[in-house]
């Protein structure tokens, strides 16, 4: 069973390495921006509730985040060879929850990447997914939010996984970085 964080910031790839990651290991990939964004899709009472709070790049409250992310372990455990958090934590917070959330179920962390890409091309890839995707906040005023609030909270949360990071450059066609990453996980 291997457990895994993918930190970073926005833009850096951890969707689209989770996903070649889940394909490959068979590790079950839980994002929760993926399920607010699906929650908002449906226009479910907690789409209402944070289509808001995503728009302008602002995070979700903690409490309101972590069920949802209690709610997808529920409904994937035991689906595949351990999940992928993607997108989760994004504060000192929300890890000392997941530390919680995974000693009641018996689970422990393997380990925590963390993607790092420069600014300047963090811009240009959001920028570029905002016109693909139509993201609602893939725009330049709330990613400058985004990167703005990654820069606040990621010192502690890299703090607080020291002994467990894995730092990886994000920068790089997918297939490269895929490639660095599948080494790493080969050897745990
Ligand atoms: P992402 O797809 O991970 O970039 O997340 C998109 C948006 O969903 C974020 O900008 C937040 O508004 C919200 N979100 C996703 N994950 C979290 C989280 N762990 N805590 C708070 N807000 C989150």
């Known amino acids: 069973m291997i457990n895994l964080v993918f930190f970073g910031p926005p833009g850096s790839g951890k969707g689209t390495q989770s996903e070649l990651l889940q394909e490959a290991f068979n590790i079950i990939q839980i994002s929760t921006g993926e ?11 907690l789409g209402k509730e944070v ?8 995070l979700v409250s903690d409490p309101l985040v972590a ?6 372990l ?21 890890a000392k929850i997941l530390e919680e959330i995974l000693t009641s179920l018996n689970l422990e ?5 963390n993607l790092k890409v420069k600014e300047e091309e963090l811009i240009k890839r959001l920028l570029i997914r905002g ?3 139509k993201r609602s906040d893939d725009n330049p005023e709330t ?4 990167l703005k609030i990654y820069e ?20 790089g066609s997918p297939d490269e970085i895929f490639n660095r990453l599948s080494d790493t996980i080969n050897k745990l």
């Open 74 to 94: 529920a409904e994937k455990m035991s689906q595949g060879n351990g999940f992928i958090f993607d997108g989760f934590p994004r504060n000192e917070n929300q």
């Open 35 to 45: 399920i607010l964004r699906h929650e908002i899709a449906l226009k479910t009472p």
């Open 143 to 146: 990613i400058k939010n985004r």
């Open 152 to 171: 606040t909270e990621s010192g502690s949360v890299i703090n607080f996984y020291k002994n467990k990071l894995f730092e990886l450059s994000g920068e």
């Open 109 to 113: 962390l393997s380990l925590v990447i």
């Open 131 to 133: 016109e693909i995707e």
């Open 51 to 58: 289509e808001d709070i995503i728009s302008r790049g602002d």
């Open 67 to 72: 069920e949802v992310l209690k709610k997808a």
